[in-house]
């Protein structure tokens, strides 16, 4: 009989024990998933940290290319333009990096979409007509919407083998070339139709003088 209370104190002890041990596990656990939670809201922050920067970059090499700053004297274009470049001195200062994690087919991927978008870039010169409409069906390769025009299917099937978070990038970056091709296009269109009118007031002007 007393050994029997002793054993049953015993097993009791044990099951103290593996109650204990899993409780302790559980609230373990849950303190581990509320991290994981902060971890991916950090990584979200980040991100978009990142990429504010880049519209910022952007948006301040725009107003230093810009139509507006070629019609205004050198003694205002020289001030603002100082002030564009404190601003995107300041902003270059701000570093952020999100790393992604990667496979290595994930990792060849990435490379290989890359050089793609670097090789159309290089041809910009050369023709800015051919590498903007190859640009385009690269992008509608990366778009989950249906593309208003063809799309590069070899590219596509090399965007799916990369990481989610290289998608995006890759179509954020496709994004930005697309719009400072069409900013360079209004730029060149402006400057041509200010160069006409120009020629016109010359030629009106010598007309007026010979008559």
């Known amino acids: 009989m007393a050994?029997?209370?002793?054993?049953?104190?015993?097993?009791?002890?044990?099951?103290?024990?593996?109650?204990?041990?899993?409780?302790?596990?559980?609230?373990l656990l849950e303190s581990l998933d509320q991290l994981e939670l902060r971890v991916e809201a950090l990584r979200e922050a980040a991100t978009?940290?990142?990429?504010?920067k880049e519209v910022l970059l952007e948006m301040i090499h725009s107003i230093q290319n810009s139509q507006d700053m070629r019609q205004i004297s050198?003694?205002?274009?020289?001030?603002l333009n100082l002030?564009?470049?404190?601003l995107m001195g300041r902003t270059l200062t701000v570093e952020v990096s999100v790393e992604t994690i990667r496979n290595p087919q994930q990792e060849e991927?990435?490379?290989?979409?890359?050089?793609?978008?670097?090789d159309v870039v290089s041809k910009f010169l050369d023709d800015?007509?051919?590498?903007?409409?190859?640009?385009?069906?690269?992008?509608?390769?990366?778009?989950?919407?249906?593309?208003?025009?063809?799309?590069?299917?070899?590219?596509?099937?090399?965007?799916i083998g990369?990481?989610?978070?290289?998608?995006?990038?890759i179509k954020r970056r496709l994004?930005?070339?697309?719009?400072?091709?069409?900013?360079?296009?209004?730029?060149?269109?402006?400057l041509e139709h200010s160069k006409g009118a120009s020629s016109k007031v010359l030629q009106a002007n010598a007309e007026s003088r010979l008559n």
């Open 48 to 52: 978009a940290i990142e990429q504010e």
């Open 175 to 190: 994004e930005t070339l697309l719009r400072n091709i069409e900013n360079s296009d209004k730029a060149i269109k402006l």
């Open 162 to 169: 990369c990481a989610l978070e290289d998608q995006k990038k």
């Open 3 to 27: 050994q029997a209370r002793i054993q049953a104190k015993a097993n009791e002890g044990r099951f103290c024990r593996s109650s204990s041990m899993a409780d302790r596990s559980g609230r």
């Open 74 to 79: 050198d003694g205002e274009r020289e001030e």
């Open 109 to 118: 991927s990435l490379k290989h979409a890359t050089r793609i978008i670097d």
């Open 128 to 159: 800015l007509g051919s590498a903007k409409c190859h640009l385009m069906s690269l992008y509608s390769a990366c778009s989950s919407e249906v593309p208003p025009g063809p799309v590069d299917q070899k590219f596509q099937s090399i965007v």
């Open 83 to 86: 002030t564009a470049n404190r």
